[in-house]
Nanobody, 124 residues
Framework: QVQLVESGGGLVQPGGSLRLSCAASEFTLDSYAIGWFRQAPGKEREGVSCISGSDGSTYYADSVKGRFTISRDNAKNTVYLQMNSLKPEDTAVYFC?????????????????WGQGTQVTVSS
């Protein structure tokens, strides 16, 4: 059964860092575009960052540019989201998703596989 599993969420103080992981089972991630999305209470899900499955190009939402870094480790079949300088407004459930569309950041509806999400809470 194809699965994506996120981990690494938690409670962190403003200005702190977390690294989220997105691990896949039953398929290899290296040819898929991987996206990180987040959804805060009462808000719509939004795209945070993507990494292409073809050329490794990346995309970041303006709200996280310069603070978050997406990367992949094909040997571990895992994609990471390094989050630095965290702010209270980064609080959300973070999801990773995989798409076979060969572009840096497919449209949300083009992501075929989704993880269950991991909670990130930024609070003092």
């Amino acid at each position: 059964q194809v699965q994506l599993v996120e981990s690494g969420g938690g409670l962190v103080q403003p200005g702190g860092s977390l690294r989220l992981s997105c691990a896949a089972s039953e398929f290899t991630l290296d040819s898929y575009a991987i996206g990180w999305f987040r959804q805060a209470p009462g808000k719509e899900r939004e795209g945070v960052s993507c990494i292409s499955g073809s050329d490794g190009s990346t995309y970041y939402a303006d709200s996280v540019k310069g603070r978050f870094t997406i990367s992949r480790d094909n040997a571990k079949n895992t994609v990471y989201l390094q989050m630095n300088s965290l702010k209270p407004e980064d609080t959300a459930v973070y999801f990773c998703a995989a798409s076979g569309v060969r572009t840096t950041c497919p449209k949300e509806y083009q992501f075929d596989y989704w993880g269950q999400g991991t909670q990130v809470t930024v609070s003092s």
